[in-house]
């Protein structure tokens, strides 16, 4: 009895795949014209942010394998295997599970890759001009997310079956509350510093607030060039740096960072800033990573006990600093701080996967046509008009 051989061309790490030999019999439909075919499924789609959901998977399943079974109607009708041969598959299979991934920007997925970290890190040989740099006691990380006054409800107990299960929130649309936080390699939490959207900032915003918190106003409620200076002050006070006993500030390269104001303001007090890539917060930046995952999940707890205590009340802007009093107390932890300080220095192959979906090579340079080095005292730079033409219509 002729046996079938199933070739499959994967264009990204093929050993991610996983095959498995299968006899006929042993699957949910029977197959009758051959004792033997392969199941493929590929992982590495999931890996590299492009997953398959169940219908796809089953559709491929005939693309990934040349034997088309002839006794199953779905292989017949649909030219797809049916839902139950993927539920065999994942019975056959333990190891593997549907779960539902968290969305991620194409520009997350493209600026995250090894030149850009490997340029991060070689930045970071800052570390060596101070010795209290090193051991992480003078570094820090500084960023800013948003809370609101409307929460997300946490799941409820109820009956079996039960249709459109509500639960009490303060509004449709909250409005938003700029919280900058600041951590320490060493596992310590700096006061935040907190913008209220008014034009005008009252000292009954901060009631019961974490201790030392700065409180700022702005329309929007966002942070901007004018209002980062006074965080900048404001850090430079509470951590004591000077230019005797410097320390360095990581943040992301928000316009609001790069104000020459709070670049000036670091500079005297010896506070070195070094911004991240763009676009990729989430993997290098230690907030994002441990800190503000906990700090959300307090916070909208928080905020659903107090809509709870506070039963026809809603939530309004100056409950936000007490909420997050209760939040930021449970959720900056030593554990949680040096976890996320941790994890932005240690990256796999697999780290990297969605990024070399749209990698594309370096252009090479026109055949006869070099950079031409000119001299000048003590630099020498590049002329610039003797490169390819690609490099300068832009400039043109």
Aim: aromatic residues 8%; contains cysteine.
């Amino acid at each position: 009895m002729s046996q079938y051989i199933c070739i499959v061309m994967v264009a990204l790490y093929s050993q991610s795949l996983l095959l498995t030999t299968v006899t006929g019999g042993m699957t949910t439909s029977s197959v009758d014209q051959s004792p033997m075919y392969i199941e493929v499924i590929d992982l590495t789609s999931s890996q590299s942010i492009f997953g398959n959901d169940e219908p796809t998977n089953t559709n491929n399943a005939q693309s990934n394998c040349g034997h088309k079974p002839t006794s199953t109607t779905n292989w017949i009708h649909h030219k797809m295997a049916g839902i139950d041969w993927l539920y065999g598959y994942r019975k056959r299979h333990p190891e593997l599970t549907l779960r539902k991934p968290e969305p991620c920007s194409l520009s997350r997925a493209r600026s995250f890759h090894k030149h850009n970290v490997k340029t991060f890190f070689d930045n970071l040989g800052v570390m060596k001009r101070h010795p209290g740099f090193a051991d992480g006691t003078r570094v820090y990380n500084l960023d800013e997310t948003g809370t609101t006054t409307v929460q997300k409800p946490k799941k409820v107990i109820a009956a079996k079956g039960s249709k459109q299960l509500n639960k009490v929130t303060s509004g449709e649309r909250g409005t938003l509350v700029t919280t900058c936080c600041i951590v320490s390699a060493t596992g310590a939490a700096l006061p935040p510093a907190m913008v209220f959207p008014r034009k005008k900032f009252q000292p009954h915003m901060l009631n019961k607030a974490p201790a030392g918190t700065l409180g700022l106003a702005q329309p929007t409620g966002w942070m901007n060039t004018e209002l980062f200076p006074h965080v900048v002050t404001h850090f430079v006070k509470v951590t004591g740096s000077s230019k005797e006993n410097p320390c360095l500030l990581i943040l992301d390269n928000h316009e609001s960072h790069l104000a020459p104001q709070a670049l000036n303001i670091a500079k005297n007090n010896g506070v070195t800033i070094l911004t991240i890539p763009p676009h990729t917060s989430s993997k290098l930046q230690p907030l994002d990573v441990s800190v503000y995952g906990p700090l959300m999940t307090f916070y909208n707890g928080a905020a659903d006990s107090w809509v709870l205590r506070n039963y026809g009340v809603p939530l309004n802007i100056y409950n936000t600093s007490e909420i997050l009093g209760v939040a930021f107390e449970k959720a900056m932890t030593p554990a949680n701080i040096k976890s996320g300080f941790r994890k932005t220095g240690i990256f796999t192959e697999d780290d990297f996967m969605p990024c070399e979906v749209t990698n594309r090579p370096m252009p090479e340079p026109i055949v006869g046509q070099q950079q031409n080095i000119v001299e000048d005292d003590d630099e020498a730079y590049v002329d610039r008009t003797a490169q390819p033409s690609y490099f300068r219509s832009t400039r043109q």
